[in-house]
């Protein structure tokens, strides 16, 4: 069969009608196919599939595609005056081609000045605004200069801004300071605004009483004078000091903190970790439900409303009066099911962990996760006296000494002191830990005291291979290190950063299990909040992981007194 004669015309693309039409069952003419080919008309605006007519030969000129949406959109951003820049995603939404695309942002861009506190704390800040413009004073640029030199966390993070500054710069050799410097340009394709230093002398004036030579009084001289220059269009301060926010606002200046390092606005959004059934679970989901045995766990496979709700790991649980109560634990979930484990029962004596039984509900979820070989990853919060560091260091006796999972127990915590710093402690590295390890002492003779038949000197004999089991480590000296096959406890994670959570978390190697611990409602840096301390970081960053767990501690074990005044103080 000879091929068919080559065509003389090229074909040209469908249009947006035809994309639009419904499909027919009956093929159509070639009369009505010819005019589905037609050519869009010229009033028309290009569209993005118009670069795919023109493949060879003369290139027509068509509007760059639109950026793809945002997986998290700066509505909130655009609507109010609120600096809360997040992470955003560059992919591209799945979406049919007759569906409209959507557009990056609800309202005009706004111009934020940002205070050198704002650049000290995230020198990644100059890329969290999305779609809107950025300006520095030269009084900055000042102050990070002065801030550059020494080995603190402050002086690393002004360097590293200066760094970016000058990458920002080298980009756009050549081109007009005064016109902005495009922020995408190093590859931070999520900034679409452009970035403004002050090159020229502004003229503003503030009330007397303001000191014209303080630095913070230089910069809100310089929102007032753009707030003038560039009216309509909102001008919003930026700054993580709470005394300049109310300045500003006191001179009617438009300002907000930055909250991008804030993983939640409120602790009470917190992920628990367990969910209460509801009352009527067995009427809505038992027609459904399929059960069966493997060793001495039962598992049960559910479908309906609540499977959406539910996370890998966590917790389910089920007590009503008359009706037999249920404690389970999210093993996997597909799709619309969801498959749930029930718990190993460790508030019985005979289940006891180095002596150690669960005293309610939510110490026996912890011990679960403790004792579980496939959890690599478990993070503990609760107010005083829950028994987070008990249950931890049980469990990690038990698994080091007499399982043989684990080769020993490291623990270290953040050495930040209640009150004023006592100075300089003597001795080795585990010597000057000691003062910090009161808690670890008090739970080590709390456990020796479990094993009541072995006397006086068997006691002795124990605690000695305990101590020589637990291993005391300073954070100072983490970074560079790989722990393998160990049992690593962090307490008072509530007062880590998130950057120092990730370098203990990340120090981990294979068989390794990490315990983050701690009390969110008593946070010692002067620095951090409930949203944006390490531990919340890791508990939202860690949820529905197949291999970590988290669980919040409700009720006090230690005593009436202690349980009274976490209430009333």
């Known amino acids: 069969?000879?091929?068919?004669?080559?065509?003389?015309?090229?074909?040209?693309?469908?249009?947006?009608?035809?994309?639009?039409?419904?499909?027919?069952?009956?093929?159509?003419?070639?009369?009505?196919?010819?005019?589905?080919?037609?050519?869009?008309?010229?009033?028309?605006?290009?569209?993005?599939?118009?670069?795919?007519?023109?493949?060879?030969?003369t290139t027509a000129e068509v509007a760059p595609p639109a950026q793809p949406s945002r997986a998290r959109t700066s509505a909130k951003t655009s609507r109010s005056s609120k600096a809360k820049a997040e992470p955003v995603s560059t992919a591209p939404a799945t979406q049919s081609p007759s569906q409209p695309k959507k557009n990056k942002s609800s309202g005009p861009s706004k111009l934020f000045v940002l205070d050198t506190n704002v650049l000290m704390h995230d020198?990644?800040?100059?890329?969290?605004?999305?779609?809107?413009?950025?300006?520095?004073?030269?009084?900055?640029?000042?102050?990070?200069?002065?801030?550059?030199?020494?080995?603190?966390?402050?002086?690393?993070?002004?360097?590293?801004?200066?760094?970016?500054?000058?990458?920002?710069?080298?980009?756009?050799?050549?081109?007009?300071?005064?016109?902005?410097?495009k922020l995408d340009s190093t590859g931070h394709r999520e900034a679409g605004g452009k970035l403004f230093f002050q090159t020229q002398p502004l003229n503003y004036t503030l009330p007397t009483s303001l000191p014209q030579g303080k630095a913070d009084n230089q910069i809100l001289g310089v929102v007032e004078a753009l707030r003038l220059q560039y009216a309509p269009r909102e001008v919003v301060l930026v700054s993580k000091d709470i005394n300049m926010r109310v300045k500003a606002r006191a001179l009617g200046l438009a300002t907000d903190d930055y909250q991008n390092d804030k993983t939640l606005d409120d602790g009470d959004l917190l992920y628990a970790g367990s969910l209460a059934l509801?009352?009527?679970?067995?009427?809505?989901?038992?027609?459904?439900?399929?059960?069966?045995?493997?060793?001495?766990?039962?598992?049960?496979?559910?479908?309906?409303?609540?499977?959406?709700?539910?996370?890998?790991?966590?917790?389910?649980?089920?007590?009503?009066?008359?009706?037999?109560?249920?404690?389970?634990?999210?093993?996997?979930?597909?799709?619309?099911?969801?498959?749930?484990?029930?718990?190993?029962?460790?508030?019985?004596?005979?289940?006891?962990?180095?002596?150690?039984?669960?005293?309610?509900?939510?110490?026996?979820?912890?011990?679960?996760?403790?004792?579980?070989?496939?959890?690599?990853?478990?993070?503990?919060?609760?107010?005083?006296?829950?028994?987070?560091?008990?249950?931890?260091?049980?469990?990690?006796?038990?698994?080091?000494?007499?399982?043989?999972?684990?080769?020993?127990?490291?623990?270290t915590r953040a050495t930040v002191s209640v009150g004023e710093d006592i100075g300089f402690l003597p001795g080795t590295e585990e010597e000057k830990m000691g003062p910090w390890m009161g808690a670890l002492d008090d739970n080590l003779e709390v456990l020796s005291k479990t094993d009541t038949g072995a006397g006086e000197w068997g006691r002795a004999a124990t605690s000695e291979l305990i101590r020589s089991r637990i291993k005391i480590k300073s954070m100072n000296f983490m970074r560079g290190r790989t722990f393998m096959n160990k049992y690593v406890i962090i307490d008072e994670a509530q007062n880590l950063t998130p950057k120092q959570m990730k370098t203990l978390i990340t120090r981990a190697g294979p068989g390794t299990k990490?315990?983050?611990?701690?009390?969110?409602?008593?946070?010692?840096?002067?620095?951090?909040?409930?949203?944006?301390?390490?531990?919340?970081?890791?508990?939202?960053?860690?949820?529905?992981?197949?291999?970590?767990?988290?669980?919040?501690?409700?009720?006090?074990?230690?005593?009436?007194?202690?349980?009274?005044?976490?209430?009333?103080?």
């Open 514 to 569: 990490i315990i983050c611990m701690g009390n969110l409602a008593q946070i010692d840096t002067p620095y951090l909040t409930e949203g944006s301390s390490g531990l919340t970081f890791a508990v939202d960053k860690f949820k529905g992981w197949p291999h970590g767990g988290h669980i919040t501690l409700a009720r006090g074990e230690r005593s009436r007194l202690a349980d009274f005044a976490s209430e009333v103080l």
């Open 1 to 57: 069969m000879p091929l068919p004669p080559a065509p003389t015309k090229r074909a040209a693309l469908l249009s947006p009608d035809a994309f639009d039409a419904p499909a027919r069952s009956k093929p159509r003419s070639s009369r009505e196919s010819a005019s589905a080919f037609e050519a869009p008309p010229a009033d028309r605006k290009p569209q993005a599939r118009d670069l795919f007519e023109h493949g060879g030969g």
């Open 123 to 181: 020198p990644m800040c100059l890329f969290r605004f999305e779609e809107h413009d950025i300006f520095l004073p030269m009084i900055v640029l000042e102050e990070l200069d002065g801030h550059k030199k020494g080995m603190t966390e402050v002086a690393r993070n002004a360097r590293q801004t200066s760094r970016m500054l000058d990458g920002l710069a080298d980009a756009h050799q050549g081109a007009d300071i005064a016109a902005g410097l």
């Open 278 to 411: 509801p009352a009527d679970f067995w009427t809505t989901h038992g027609q459904t439900v399929e059960s069966w045995q493997q060793g001495p766990h039962t598992f049960y496979r559910i479908n309906g409303p609540i499977v959406p709700s539910l996370l890998i790991n966590q917790f389910v649980y089920f007590e009503a009066p008359g009706e037999p109560s249920l404690y389970a634990r999210v093993s996997e979930i597909r799709g619309k099911t969801a498959v749930l484990k029930t718990l190993k029962d460790y508030t019985h004596l005979k289940n006891s962990v180095w002596g150690v039984a669960a005293r309610n509900r939510e110490q026996n979820f912890a011990m679960n996760l403790l004792m579980d070989p496939e959890v690599d990853f478990v993070t503990l919060t609760g107010t005083a006296g829950t028994g987070k560091t008990l249950m931890a260091l049980a469990s990690g006796l038990t698994q080091v000494l007499d399982d043989r999972r684990y080769t020993e127990i490291i623990v």
